[in-house]
């Protein structure tokens, strides 16, 4: 006889007990237990995640223990705590559970690569959490189900309770803590689901380069001939959209790892951005969004629950949560070959960056630990100038060790599979963001192909002066005059100074690199 699944090894003894509901079942249960769940005119589940509708970062922590504490990237991004004050909010969150009706658990794996993906176990105890989890992570087979054991990772999302802000090391209600050595996550007072989803990535960030295995914050795709392309960038510069290409196969939105067999996919599913999307300009992610859909924090029509997703009064970090099968080309199972092109994508406000641009290993390098893009200051402060945000590797929140260790296993990897490195700016061109005018979505895309199409890497070049990068003469479908930023300025001295300016951003950021390799790294950025 085949023995009930239980969760008495933590301590959790619900009334009742559910695991690994089908997306019907969960839709089910949502529209009777979470408050405010609807469905959406085209099928989607519209839930909201409560007073936080975003990652809360100054809360996070991990577990200063003797055996990882020598590894990892202390300070504002990793936050220690000690191992009993993570165990006393895992108690807390276990009690919370215990006076819960109804508990869900969603086990899954974690990377497309069998011979290094992880088992990880959600806990939690809203079916929003539930179903979200399902399709973020790799679904198992009813067999694999079966047969799953215990968990490599669990995760206790008791997000609905708060913190002990009187415990040590808590700063709010929030806390979102991580234990190597217990292999644990703890999630309290907070329900934005993507701290489940980012969780699991920081621990992908720690154990995977340990292997040899570099792990990243980026999108994927292959093309027919099998090749393969990787881009990086910050929220808002196009890692989404240009990676869910029509003429290419998607293998993932967000998280992956080079191992040495090639490129694999770490989840089972898509995490959208969709404020402003539509049919025209996102088709592939717009016809995703259907029955299995998780929609998060999206204003709606009350009568026709119609989403108006230009709406953003309750956040700008709308979401869309849906397994990646619902994407119409994507390359499954979701691993790929060494990539053949690596694209940084940045949205340069200043304007100086050019449309494309080539970089050497040793300035992809620079700019991978920089990860620079800019974004329009707001008006309410009364700045008139774009600001500068650098994020290291591209994904800082969720770097565990030091980003040098990164940052090598990247140009390690470039240089043993000659891949092309690029810088495209998907920012503005012609001038700063008064003068010039952003890059059109057409024009960007024109880039991406003829970088996949092999005629970019032909072309001759020249070399930007200040950020010394190699930049194109030419490019399909583009006009000329916009490809080298020094000749589409109506000011040659005005470009000058901004550049100048910018320069001095990326070399002041750049100092908390300095030290070590990051000495030697530093003189590829930009010259002042």
């Given at each position: 006889m085949k023995t009930p699944f239980n969760l008495l090894q933590y301590g959790i003894q619900p009334k009742k007990l559910y695991r690994n509901l089908s997306p019907a079942q969960l839709y089910a249960k949502a529209l009777r237990y979470d408050l405010g769940a609807v469905i959406s005119d085209n099928g989607a589940l519209i839930l909201r995640?409560?007073?936080?509708t975003g990652r809360?970062?100054?809360?996070?922590?991990?577990?200063?223990?003797?055996?990882?504490?020598?590894?990892?990237?202390?300070?504002?991004?990793?936050?220690?705590m000690d191992t009993r004050t993570f165990r006393i909010n895992r108690q807390r969150a276990i009690d919370y559970f215990n006076t819960r009706t109804r508990i869900y658990v969603?086990?899954?794996?974690?990377?497309?690569?069998?011979?290094?993906?992880?088992?990880?176990?959600?806990?939690?105890t809203r079916p929003y959490h539930a179903l979200f989890m399902h399709n973020m992570m790799i679904r198992p087979s009813e067999e694999e189900l079966e047969?799953?054991?215990?968990?490599?990772?669990?995760?206790?999302?008791?997000?609905?309770?708060?913190a002990n802000q009187y415990t040590s090391y808590m700063k709010s209600k929030t806390s979102i803590d991580l234990s190597f050595e217990d292999r644990e996550f703890v999630i309290l007072g907070t329900q934005y689901a993507g701290e489940m989803k980012k969780?699991?990535?920081?621990?992908?960030?720690?154990?995977?380069?340990?292997?040899?295995?570099l792990s990243m914050h980026c999108s994927a795709n292959e093309g027919n001939n099998g090749d393969v392309s990787l881009f990086f960038g910050l929220s808002g510069t196009g890692k989404t959209t240009l990676s869910a290409d029509s003429k290419r196969l998607l293998i993932g939105d967000d998280e992956h790892?080079?191992?040495?067999?090639?490129?694999?996919?770490?989840?089972?599913?898509?995490?959208?951005?969709?404020?402003?999307?539509?049919?025209?300009?996102?088709?592939?992610?717009?016809?995703?969004?259907?029955?299995?859909?998780?929609?998060?924090?999206?204003?709606?029509?009350?009568?026709?629950?119609?989403?108006?997703?230009?709406?953003?009064?309750?956040t700008e970090n709308t979401r869309a949560s849906y397994p990646i099968e619902f994407m119409q080309r994507i390359k499954k199972p979701c691993l790929g070959g060494h990539p053949k092109n690596i694209i940084f994508l940045t949205c340069d406000a200043f304007g100086v960056l050019p449309p494309v641009s080539k970089l050497t290993a040793e300035q992809a390098m620079y700019h991978f630990l920089s990860g620079y893009t800019a974004k329009i200051a707001g008006t309410e402060m009364g700045v008139t100038e774009p600001s500068a945000t650098f994020s290291t590797c591209f994904g800082a929140a969720f770097m565990?060790?030091?980003?040098?260790?990164?940052?090598?296993?990247?140009?390690?990897?470039?240089?043993?599979?000659?891949?092309?490195?690029?810088?495209?700016?998907?920012?503005?061109?012609?001038?700063?963001f008064k003068e010039g005018n952003r890059i059109s979505l057409v024009h960007t895309r024109a880039i991406i192909d003829a970088i996949h199409d092999g005629s970019l890497a032909s072309e001759k070049t020249v070399?930007?002066?200040?950020f010394d990068v190699l930049v194109p003469k030419k490019c399909k479908k583009l006009p000329d005059s916009i490809l080298n930023p020094v000749v589409s300025w109506n000011s040659q001295e005005a470009y000058v100074k901004s550049a100048k300016k910018l320069a001095r951003l990326f070399s002041d950021n750049f100092k908390q690199y300095e030290e070590g390799i990051g000495k030697d790294i530093a003189q590829f950025g930009p010259k002042i």
């Open positions: 995640s409560g007073e936080k809360s970062p100054s809360d996070k922590r991990i577990v200063k223990e003797q055996q990882t504490q020598d590894d990892i990237w202390w300070g504002e991004v990793n936050i220690p969603v086990d899954g794996f974690v990377g497309w690569d069998q011979k290094t993906r992880l088992k990880a176990r959600v806990i939690c047969n799953f054991g215990e968990p490599d990772y669990v995760i206790y999302n008791a997000g609905e309770f708060t969780g699991i990535f920081s621990i992908l960030n720690y154990i995977m380069p340990k292997q040899g295995i790892c080079w191992s040495a067999d090639g490129i694999f996919n770490a989840e089972g599913g898509c995490y959208a951005k969709v404020a402003g999307l539509s049919k025209e300009k996102e088709p592939e992610i717009y016809s995703a969004i259907k029955f299995g859909t998780v929609l998060e924090n999206v204003v709606y029509d009350k009568k026709s629950h119609k989403v108006d997703y230009e709406d953003i009064s309750i565990v060790l030091q980003p040098i260790a990164y940052a090598t296993l990247l140009a390690q990897k470039i240089a043993k599979h000659n891949t092309d490195v690029w810088l495209v700016n998907t920012g503005w061109i012609g001038g700063g070399k930007l002066p200040i």
